[in-house]
């Protein structure tokens, strides 16, 4: 790899302004973006930040159609550090760990799980059922890091654009990208 590269996942479940704020990160940092957007994950993208498709191209360095199973991300020959999935719904986690893929965005996170690289799934649902905790512990069991996007009070947010930086910022931790979060600097002494 010239430079760093990770594919980034948006799948339907609420959320997309993670997956969206994670490309302009991502950008900012020089690391190559491959992203793929699922069906549903298109429709959550425009309802909640009133973007289309279209409009990522400035954001992601590629962007992979969902239906394209012989793109490059399906591959384990194609170096990447990992790949995050932001926001990931249950459907998508529950495909992955199945291991019975019905697109690129699960195929591609397949193919990372098998490559032995870093799968960040960002899930977004509550409350969990029993079978929820299951599919969960089985991507856990599969090597697979399971990061809700969960607000840091610490770092005292003013806007839901800090509280949605600093979940990202834990997750690029996982990855040794460095960026400008609020990190935890302990309790100040009584």
Same mark, same amino acid.
């Given at each position: 790899?010239?430079?760093?590269?990770?594919?980034?996942?948006?799948?339907?479940? =609420?959320?997309?302004?993670?997956?969206?704020?994670?490309?302009?990160?991502?950008?900012?940092? +020089?690391? +190559?973006?491959?992203?793929?957007?699922?069906?549903?994950? +298109?429709?959550?993208?425009?309802?909640?930040?009133?973007?289309?498709?279209?409009?990522?191209?400035?954001?992601?360095?590629?962007?992979?159609?969902?239906?394209?199973?012989?793109?490059?991300?399906?591959?384990?020959?194609?170096?990447?550090?990992?790949?995050?999935? &932001?926001?990931?719904?249950?459907?998508?986690?529950?495909?992955? =760990?199945?291991?019975?893929?019905?697109?690129?965005?699960?195929?591609?996170?397949?193919?990372?799980?098998?490559? !032995?690289?870093?799968?960040?799934?960002?899930? !977004?649902?509550?409350?969990?059922?029993?079978?929820?905790?299951?599919?969960?512990?089985?991507?856990?069991?599969?090597?697979?890091?399971? &990061?809700?996007?969960?607000?840091?009070?610490?770092?005292?947010?003013?806007?839901?654009?800090?509280?949605? !930086?600093? =979940?990202?910022?834990?997750?690029?931790?996982?990855? %040794?990208?460095?960026? %400008?979060?609020?990190?935890?600097?302990?309790?100040?002494?009584?």
């Amino acid at each position: 790899m010239s430079k760093p590269r990770i594919i980034v996942g948006i799948s339907g479940a =609420s959320g997309a302004i993670y997956g969206v704020t994670l490309l302009d990160i991502l950008r900012k940092v +020089e690391v +190559e973006t491959h992203l793929v957007v699922s069906k549903s994950g +298109e429709l959550t993208l425009a309802a909640e930040t009133g973007l289309k498709l279209k409009d990522l191209e400035s954001r992601a360095t590629h962007i992979h159609p969902v239906k394209n199973v012989g793109a490059t991300i399906a591959s384990g020959s194609f170096k990447t550090m990992g790949m995050i999935i &932001a926001p990931c719904s249950i459907r998508t986690a529950s495909e992955i =760990s199945s291991g019975i893929t019905a697109s690129l965005l699960t195929r591609a996170a397949d193919v990372i799980l098998k490559e !032995r690289r870093r799968l960040v799934l960002m899930v !977004r649902e509550t409350p969990l059922h029993l079978g929820h905790l299951r599919t969960l512990t089985q991507l856990a069991e599969m090597g697979a890091i399971v &990061a809700p996007p969960l607000p840091a009070f610490y770092a005292a947010p003013d806007s839901i654009d800090a509280m949605v !930086r600093q =979940s990202l910022g834990r997750v690029l931790d996982l990855f %040794d990208i460095e960026t %400008d979060i609020v990190r935890w600097s302990g309790l100040a002494p009584s």
